[in-house]
Structure formats: C-alpha cells, structure tokens
C-alpha cells in the first residue's frame, strides 16, 4: 500500500548544521502537512504546502523552510539546528479540501523523523 | 492559554472500565474536532471525528462536543489494555484548511 513514507527514520545532527527531512504522501493525497512532535508534547503545526506553494505557516522561525515537488512529495529543511529542535517530525498528507472534499480529519501520518540534535 | 488543553494523566482505569478523556478549546471558531491514538514511538492515528453538539458513537468510542463550554470528550467502554495509549484531542478552525491545533495529549493506562 501507498502510505505516507517518510526518510530518514532517525537522524543525529550537530547544533548548528542543517538537516533536509523528505516525505511521500499517500496515493491520491496532494496536501501535505508537516508537524513537530517534541517529547511528550502534542505535534506542533509547522507548515502546509499545496500545489507546490506553502498555503499555510504555524509559529516556526524562517529557519524552517520547505518544498514541494509536482509529485506532491514534500522537503522540510531546518537550518542553524538548535538543541530545541530535537523531536519527532512528523509528515501528514489529506486530499485537498478546497476540492470540495469534506476534511475528516482523517491525516495520513507518517512515521515519522526522530531528529536529535547534540 | 493554550489553543487545545488536556489533562497530560496518566489516566489509570481497570480493564472493563469506561475511560473519560476530556479537551478544552479557546477558540470558538473551532468547527471540527477530532480525537487521534498514538502508541509509544508510533504515529498518531485518527480514532473520531465530531463536528456537531452532542454525541457521536463508534463501537466502544464516544465522543462529546458542547461547543458552548468549548469541551470535547472522548469516552471508552469497556477498556481493554491495547487501549493504553496517548489521546490527542485536535481542532481545527473553519478558516483554517486542513491544519489541525493539537492538544498535548493525555497518557491512559489500562490495567488488567
């Protein structure tokens, strides 16, 4: 099945350098969300591309950025990474509510990028 | 005060037993919430949505809106130890597409 597939599933970074996180969304979803899940946190909304643009931006620095490409695979890139950054990334595709589809809700996550940062 | 708030527990129940989750929103134009599972080191997984006042069931899961009190719950009978688990209660505001505000979660624990 054509889940959401995220890559890497762990990764260690140095305070400072940057990192690339990659995700590929269900089949047949062309939104993708992504998410920052610190330990024992619920995930953090950080951003929602569409139709290769970024529609939507929760409260993250310009020190997160992202992409999306016309297969509606999905980058997010943290660059100058603090120790804060240490978490769990998490990747969600839906299909596109402004096509008239209802939202359930029903996000498509992925497993995840546990990212730690020493 | 936070968008989405939940008590983090840990909730402790007897296996059989009802477990109540309960969530808080601040922002009334909240229109659509949902309640996800997430096992440790796993992905949160879409257990119930509700989008109208009152209750909505599904096999053991009830969920509760009132949107006057700006209160959400999700009740499991019959708790069963593949229950344990963290509940995450999400919103999301009408004009806000498909981004969803989560709680932080409440940790349940059912024991047998």
């Known amino acids: 099945d054509a889940g959401v597939t995220q890559s890497p599933t762990h990764l260690i970074k140095t305070r400072g350098q940057q990192v690339t996180l990659r995700c590929s969304p269900k089949?047949?979803?062309?939104?993708v969300s992504w998410y920052q899940q610190a330990l024992g946190q619920g995930p953090q909304f950080i951003f929602q591309?569409?139709?290769?643009?970024?529609?939507q931006r929760g409260n993250f620095p310009d020190r997160f950025s992202g992409h999306q490409f016309p297969n509606y695979s999905s980058e997010l890139n943290v660059n100058a990474l603090l120790l804060g950054d240490s978490a769990l990334y998490l990747c969600?595709?839906?299909?596109?509510?402004?096509?008239?589809?209802?939202?359930?809700?029903?996000?498509?996550f992925g497993s995840g990028t546990r990212l730690t940062v020493v | 005060q936070k968008e989405v708030e939940q008590n983090s527990g840990p909730l402790s129940v007897p296996e059989g037993a009802i477990a109540s989750l309960n969530c808080t929103y601040s922002?009334?134009?909240?229109?659509?919430f949902f309640w996800y599972r997430q096992y440790s080191g796993k992905s949160p997984e879409l257990i119930m949505s509700?989008?109208?006042?009152g209750d909505k069931e599904d096999g053991r899961f009830t969920a509760q809106l009132n949107k006057a009190s700006q209160y959400v719950s999700l009740l499991i009978r019959d708790s069963q130890p593949s229950d344990s688990a963290t509940y995450l209660c999400?919103?999301?505001?009408?004009?806000?597409?498909?981004?969803?505000?989560f709680g932080g979660g409440t940790r349940l624990m059912v024991k047998p």
């Open positions: 969600a595709s839906s299909p596109n509510r402004d096509r008239g589809l209802p939202f359930s809700g029903g996000y498509t």
């Open positions: 089949s047949g979803h062309d939104t």
């Open positions: 591309y569409y139709e290769e643009e970024e529609r």
């Open positions: 922002d009334r134009g909240s229109q659509s």
């Open positions: 509700i989008y109208s006042n």
């Open positions: 999400a919103v999301r505001r009408d004009n806000a597409g498909n981004m969803l505000t």
